[in-house]
């Protein structure tokens, strides 16, 4: 009798998604370029969503890098507008219902959203 085919460990294959919500200048957005950059070595499918103060962190070398590789990059339209940045050409601005279709559709997602500010 077969035995049930198991989902293969989604830290070592399968779809990312990672979402950055910090600003470039925060340890998170680095942290997240990171995880991003060793999923594309792995030769995963991978997804950058980049929301709020993330897109100034658009013109990042690194990320600037990886204009020529297999990254599915998006940026949310409305936070190009309120920041008044213009996306790069291999950077697609969208809204929140592709962000919700790449968390959907992905098998591990990472979120990396700013520091908390003490008051």
Same mark, same amino acid.
């Given at each position: 009798?077969?035995? $049930?085919? +198991? ?18 200048? /925060? ?5 997240? *370029? ?10 995963? /499918?991978? #997804?950058? #969503? *980049? ?8 013109? @990042?070398?690194? *990320? ?5 590789? $297999? ?9 190009? /507008?309120? @920041? /008044?940045?213009?996306? $790069? ?22 979120? #990396?959203?700013?520091? +908390?500010?003490?008051?």
């Amino acid at each position: 009798m077969d035995q $049930p085919s +198991e989902k293969p460990n989604s830290s070592l294959s399968g779809s990312l998604g990672v979402l950055i919500h910090s600003h470039p200048k /925060e340890a998170a957005f680095d942290h997240a *370029l990171s995880v991003v950059g060793q999923a594309l070595k792995a030769g995963r /499918e991978t #997804y950058l #969503y *980049l929301l709020d103060q993330g897109v100034e962190g658009l013109t @990042h070398a690194t *990320l600037m890098g990886w204009s020529q590789t $297999p990254l599915r990059c998006f940026a949310c339209a409305l936070a190009l /507008e309120v @920041h /008044e940045i213009e996306a $790069p050409e291999w950077v697609i601005p969208s809204g929140l219902t592709l962000l919700s279709d790449i968390l959907l559709q992905c098998d591990e997602i990472c979120v #990396y959203n700013p520091a +908390e500010r003490s008051s």
